[in-house]
């Protein structure tokens, strides 16, 4: 596995945190691990730095090749989650066993121990929005307000319509330069002829963006979808990353509503949320109160 242990970041905490400010910059997705607590033989000490990257590179010093495989196990779990944990590495064993959720045996007769703990950094959330009208105005404005960087892709779009995007193309053709990655939902509201937004989803399909939402009916998602398999060949695993109709029911009819029907579905998908009413999921107060006056009455 790839190491660069040339920076002692222990020994410059600056050129750490510019190495940060410079991934952040760029839009990786990495995890910053620092060793919190060792005790017996361990090569990584406590304040052992380093980033770790989801392909498997580190970058610091965190013990050397004997620690770096449950190091990986352990931060591509922390990545997948989204939430920061605390590991601990146990050297011994004779192959890398992970014991529990947090504890692994690392397979190195060194008898140390390490505690590291692990923060995911992701890229900021990304909407890449294809289309050009009142709907893909107000999804603009929404998405910004709600922590996505805001991409418009149409030949017609303009700042003044856009004020909050970050950045406007006028093709796909000029997608090439946009970050195409998991954190990045596409949403087409060309809401236009089955043909052309059959060959923007043929588009985005072959990037690795994490969902494209279509703003359609069930009728004419299905007729999209259709084509996509029978014209195109794909098949119906390669199409799941599509979701059409895109939005969360909440009986939108404007331009606006329909946005943030849109934007709360993406946000449910980010955070983990059910879409539903939050008195059906974290329960009604006022028919908790209800039961539990008439408890005591049934029972005098």
């Not at 060793?35 to 770790?52: D, E, L, P």
């Not at 190091?71 to 779990?77: E, Q, S």
Request: hydrophobic fraction near 40%; charged fraction near 25%.
């Amino acid at each position: 596995m790839p190491t660069n242990q040339g920076i002692r970041f222990q020994e410059n905490m600056g050129d750490f945190a510019e190495l940060l400010s410079k991934l952040v910059k760029e839009e990786k997705e990495f995890a910053v691990v620092m060793v919190i607590r060792s005790q017996g033989s361990t090569a990584a000490k406590v304040g052992a730095k380093g980033i770790v990257f989801p392909d498997g590179r580190i970058l610091g010093w965190l013990g050397g090749w004997c620690a770096e495989n449950a190091i990986m196990t352990a931060v591509m779990d922390a990545i997948e989650s989204g939430s920061p944990k605390i590991v601990r590495l146990v050297m011994q064993g004779e192959d890398l066993r992970k014991i529990g959720e947090d504890y692994i045996e690392v397979g190195t007769p060194c008898g140390g121990e390490v505690d590291i703990y692990i923060e995911p950094v992701y890229p900021k959330p990304q909407i890449v929005i294809v289309g050009d009208n009142d709907v893909s105005r107000a999804l603009s404005k929404i998405a910004k307000i709600v922590g996505f960087k805001v991409v418009v892709v149409d030949s017609l779009a303009v700042k003044q319509n856009y004020p909050d995007a970050d950045l406007i193309l006028r093709s796909l053709k000029d997608i090439a330069s946009v970050r195409m990655d998991r954190h990045t939902f596409a949403v087409l509201t060309t809401m236009g002829r089955v043909g052309i937004e059959e060959e923007i989803l043929d588009t985005l399909l072959k990037t690795d963006v994490g969902l494209i939402g279509v703003v359609s009916s069930v009728r004419k998602a299905k007729e999209i979808l259709g084509n996509l398999i029978k014209k195109k060949g794909y098949t119906p695993d390669q199409l799941s990353r599509i979701r059409a109709p895109i939005g969360v029911d909440i009986g939108s009819l404007s331009p606006e509503e329909i946005a943030l029907s849109i934007v709360s579905e993406l946000v449910a998908i980010r955070r983990g949320g059910s879409g539903r009413f939050l008195v059906e999921v974290k329960g009604d107060p006022l028919k908790s109160l209800m039961e539990e006056i008439e408890v005591p009455r049934k029972n005098k």
